[in-house]
């Protein structure tokens, strides 16, 4: 077996490639990067007055073999407020193939060299003008063959990923400076973090990379909608209220216990595609039927995204609470017969913040009634929010890595997390979270090695 080094390439070259599709077009673009681009510009470009930054500099080229001058715009951006932190030049002019070919030989012999794929955009990596979500963000948007894919590029390369994960990186690296300012004054009296700040802040840190590894997962699963479930007690008003949301005929009844296996709609809210779920009411099963009416319930429940927790009073019980904080889904708490006498607050409104309750369940109560003019406006509006929220697209470029150092952090954290708990020595604590960051340091670029940075921008098309 052989194996070939790896080498990023020298980034004080100038580097020419068209950046512009290939083929017969009105206009084609050539782009240079690189400590020589003016004086390699000036050697085939004919300004109409002198060569003034960030502006539109018409003019004309001279090039070897054509007899006429080829009418051309220069764009010329110094270092180092361009792209890729170097003089960066880009000339538009007419989009003949042959034109556009002597025109970068001409180039190539006033002392540029040809790019290679993605070079200008691993420049600006390593100059700091990018990170690697933000690089991968712009083969993504090179490649995006719909608006959904393009509008979650334009997301990545606006930094949807990188700031949190900066952020993130910022507050782990002050909690493993406490931790080892810890360590090293062990024998005084001073304590920088108290072991509740550091499972809070850790906690804080695995929520956030775990919401991340989700979203890349939903997103492995195209057209998947987003799965809301109807969840309480029996005679909680579920029923009425699938039928009033999805415009459905469920069997409603006084009668508790009146649904006995789980229902299914489809609708649409804001634009995103939802999986409604009707599901038994909680109860002691009393029978076969009955158990296998509240597991397929429960099922449902686990497998969702987003939970209405329905009661008629607005009194959700601390133990229920518990239990829907073990799905991990998102739970709104909807107060279902806001029209009945003694309602304390008109259908379609927010309430205050309810005392007790778990992280996965949402503050605010929702109140809203089937029967009341308007009465699930409030509600159809709060679902349609998170709903959208849900759906936001995943990073989209490099998943497999993305996926793949966000899963090892979460491992890292938790084994971090695990030390505090057991009161293990502060050392094991500071080696997990050390493991942690530095799998950040990998997604982000802050850490790097010449055989990643190759993996991910041979992947770029030249010019780019």
């Not at 601390?318 to 739970?331: I, Q």
Request: aromatic share 4%.
């Amino acid at each position: 077996m052989s194996f070939e080094k790896t080498a990023v390439p020298h980034p004080d070259d100038t580097i020419v490639a068209v950046s512009s599709a290939l083929g017969p077009a009105e206009r084609a673009v050539v782009r240079l990067s690189g400590p020589a681009t003016r004086a390699v510009v000036e050697a085939v470009f004919c300004p109409e007055d002198r060569i003034s930054p960030r502006r539109v500099v018409p003019g004309s080229l001279a090039l070897r073999g054509v007899h006429s001058p080829v009418p051309a715009v220069l764009y010329f951006f110094p270092a180092p407020r361009s792209y890729t932190g170097q003089a960066v030049a880009e000339i538009h002019t007419l989009g003949s193939p042959p034109l556009v070919e002597r025109l970068v030989s001409d180039l190539l012999d006033a002392g540029a060299r040809p790019a290679r794929p993605g070079e200008f955009t691993l420049r600006a990596f390593l100059a700091g003008k990018t990170d690697l979500p933000r690089a991968e963000a712009v083969q993504a948007l090179i490649e995006a063959d719909n608006d959904a894919d393009l509008r979650t590029a334009l997301a990545q390369l606006a930094g949807g990923l990188s700031r949190p994960l900066e952020a993130l990186r910022d507050d782990l690296l002050d909690l493993l400076a406490d931790i080892e300012a810890a360590l090293d004054f062990a024998d005084e009296d001073i304590e920088f973090v108290g072991r509740s700040e550091i499972r809070r802040r850790l906690d804080t840190g695995l929520s956030q990379i775990t919401g991340l590894v989700r979203q890349l997962d939903t997103r492995a699963v195209s057209g998947r909608p987003v799965r809301v479930a109807l969840v309480g007690a029996p005679n909680a008003g579920k029923s009425s209220l699938f039928n009033a949301l999805a415009g459905a005929d469920a069997l409603v009844s006084p009668l508790p216990g009146t649904t006995r296996d789980y229902l299914t709609a489809r609708l649409e809210l804001g634009g995103v595609p939802v999986e409604l779920t009707d599901t038994p009411g909680w109860e002691e099963a009393s029978d076969t039927i009955a158990e296998q009416a509240q597991c397929l319930g429960r099922e449902q429940a686990r497998q969702a995204d987003l939970l209405l927790w329905c009661d008629p009073t607005g009194d959700f019980a601390a133990a229920d609470a518990s239990r829907l904080a073990a799905t991990g889904a998102v739970v709104i708490r909807v107060r279902t017969k806001a029209d009945q006498a003694g309602a304390a607050t008109p259908p379609s409104s927010r309430v205050g913040k309810v005392g007790g309750s778990s992280s996965a369940v949402g503050p605010s109560i929702v109140s809203c009634s089937v029967v009341a003019p308007g009465g699930t406006d409030g509600l159809r509006a709060a679902l349609t929010d998170s709903v959208v929220s849900l759906a936001r697209p995943a990073p989209a470029p490099g998943q497999s890595r993305c996926r793949h150092h966000l899963v090892a952090c979460a491992e890292h954290l938790t084994a971090a997390r695990a030390h505090v708990e057991r009161d293990d020595p502060p050392e094991l604590a500071a080696s997990a979270l050390r493991a942690a960051l530095d799998q950040l340091g990998e997604l982000t670029g802050a850490v790097y090695t010449n055989d990643l940075l190759d993996r991910i921008f041979s992947r770029f098309c030249i010019g780019k």
